[in-house]
């Protein structure tokens, strides 16, 4: 069964301040995705990263898929307000008849005030 | 706005009868999965359906069937209901090709309550 563990699993910080999200994993994923939720809604997704190494920067929003594709980063710089929301990453992988699922990290919940 | 609709938006059954979600995917998509999110936790797979058809299967029981219809919207069904079905329940809609399917989107969900 893969895993995926997400650290911190809350996090309160202040207008302003950088944050990292961190995603690990002991299993090998195809591909990996991170999402942000809010209350009530579905997942929204921000970024796919597919390749060892990889960065990817989406304006404040910088992501990282580690060498061995087992682990990622999300990195936030001058947090707002706006970026309240559930954080998930989720690993890509194939199904018998194909397709493709996705197995959701615990999630972190991420508040910023101002 | 992801034109991926569900319903009903919120539900509350109690122990042992059946429900009924419906998910309406996106215009051109042909494959739509369903996921179980509980309360402060990620969502997990339950399955997927790829013309008309179940593509894959997560851990779930066999009271947990699906189905999906030639406009490819799709319905999940769970029979005998339990206090731990109680979640939010996302449908996602994605269009396949050649074997590869592109980028999942979510609706909404469905908030079940099971008392």
């Known amino acids: 069964t893969q895993l995926l563990e997400q650290s911190p699993q809350f996090l309160s910080i202040q207008e302003g301040e950088n944050l990292t999200v961190y995603c690990n994993s002991s299993s090998v994923f195809s591909s990996l995705q991170w999402y942000r939720q809010e209350p009530g809604e579905g997942p929204v997704l921000l970024v796919t990263v597919v390749t060892g190494g990889e960065v990817k920067k989406l304006k404040r929003l910088t992501f990282q898929f580690g060498d061995a594709r087992k682990d990622s980063s999300l990195h936030i710089t001058a947090a707002q307000p706006g970026d309240t929301g559930l954080y998930l990453c989720a690993g890509g992988g194939v199904l018998t008849g194909g397709g493709n699922k996705l197995t959701f990290g615990t999630g972190t919940q991420l508040k910023v005030e101002l | 706005e992801t034109g991926v609709t569900q319903s009903p938006t919120h539900l509350i059954k109690t122990r042992g009868q059946q429900v009924t979600l419906r998910c309406s995917s996106q215009s051109g998509h042909n494959t739509v999965s369903w996921y179980q999110q509980a309360l402060g936790q990620g969502p997990q797979f339950i399955f997927q359906?790829?013309?008309?058809?179940?593509?894959g299967r997560g851990n779930f029981p066999p009271r947990f069937s699906g189905l999906q219809f030639p406009n490819y919207s799709s319905e999940l069904n769970v029979n005998a209901l339990e206090l731990d079905d109680s979640a939010l329940y996302l449908c996602?809609?994605?269009?396949?090709?050649?074997?590869?399917?592109?980028?999942?989107?979510f609706g909404p969900g469905t908030r079940l309550l099971v008392l």
């Open positions: 996602t809609s994605s269009q396949t090709v050649g074997g590869y399917q592109e980028t999942q989107y």
């Open positions: 359906y790829y013309r008309e058809e179940e593509n």
